[in-house]
């Protein structure tokens, strides 16, 4: 080594790798790991780009369909609308149903088979409806 002459890192690197059996080998790899590590910065930034970009299309929808976030209601308040439409839409379906039924009579009077699956039915419709309600 020559006295003003000063080795840098990757010169001693060099010289250390290009006389050892496996540095081709182990210069491969490295090449190979640093391509992968490219790829997986460049997918995960597309992935984050795009879940942004949903992310503030879904907030810009939010601020055009209620601004000032004023149109929000209880749960109370919602469940009960949502029973009272249910017990409307369960008299509207009787009267519409009395004319392939018959009329509609108390339980006590009909028979058994199709009053149990009035009533089956709506037991479904109104917990469908409040499942799909608190969802």
């Given at each position: 080594m020559l006295l003003g002459h000063m080795r840098t890192?990757?010169?001693?690197?060099?010289?250390l790798l290009s006389g050892h059996p496996e540095a081709v080998s182990l210069q491969a790899e490295a090449s190979h790991c640093r391509a992968l590590v490219r790829s997986s910065a460049a997918c995960a930034s597309q992935a984050f780009d795009a879940a942004q970009a949903a992310r503030l299309g879904y907030e810009e929808l939010r601020h055009r369909l209620d601004p000032r976030r004023v149109r929000t209601i209880g749960f109370a308040v919602g469940?009960?609308?949502l029973i009272l439409v249910g017990a409307g839409l369960t008299l509207l379906d009787a009267i519409e149903l009395s004319v392939v039924l018959?009329?509609?009579?108390?339980c006590s009077g009909c028979y058994w088979p199709r009053c149990a699956a009035s009533v089956i039915r709506t037991s479904c419709s109104a917990l469908w409806s409040a499942c799909s309600f608190s969802a």
């Open positions: 890192p990757a010169q001693i690197i060099g010289e469940l009960l609308t018959g009329p509609v009579r108390s």
